[in-house]
């Protein structure tokens, strides 16, 4: 790979980019499902007691979180292209059911948050070696779980790569299961 800085060679490459991480697979001809979905936060002033702890209302699709003297809201998923322009519809959802729970007050972020999160249909990560390029490797689609998963990933994959036997089966995380 030609970088601005010379020439880098690897043996072994690992395409971990979350939800991007089609930009580098799909030209090698991977046909991955792999998906982005969508959620929001936003901060809020308190105007009632301070949670204790975060709240999750499973029914309506949001958590209400203590920050330090604030509050945080959090979204469910919403399926929309990557590159689509943040729609605001499930933080004004949550906002009116949780405002008047939750003394949710005036917002102080500017913007809400729009984090992706790259998953596939089974809901199961891609990690293992690509099929057809020798020295490639495959970790993503943590479906917003990548940085609790992170560690164990990475060791399955270290081990995977070293020739070590995984820790646990590796085959339900193969890229072939798409194929």
Request: aromatic share 8%; charged share 25%; glycine share 10%.
């Amino acid at each position: 790979m030609q970088t601005s800085s010379g020439r880098i060679g690897a043996k072994d490459v690992v395409v971990a980019l979350g939800p991007w991480s089609d930009k580098v697979f799909e030209p090698l001809g991977y046909r991955i499902p792999l998906r982005a979905k969508r959620g929001y936060h936003m901060h809020y002033q308190a105007t009632k007691p301070m949670l204790s702890m975060p709240y999750v209302d499973s029914e309506q699709g949001y958590v209400v979180a203590p920050m330090q003297e604030r509050l945080r809201l959090t979204t469910g998923v919403e399926i929309a292209r990557r590159e689509a322009k943040p729609s605001g519809v499930q933080l004004e959802r949550a906002e009116r059911s949780a405002k008047p729970v939750f003394g949710l007050g005036e917002r102080l972020d500017a913007n809400p948050w729009l984090g992706l999160r790259p998953c596939t249909p089974d809901m199961r990560p891609i990690i293992g070696r690509a099929p057809r390029h020798r020295g490639l490797w495959f970790s993503f689609g943590h479906n917003h779980h990548g940085l609790t998963l992170g560690p164990v990933s990475g060791r399955l994959l270290a081990e995977m790569m070293t020739g070590e036997e995984p820790f646990v089966d590796a085959r339900p995380f193969r890229p072939e299961r798409f194929a």
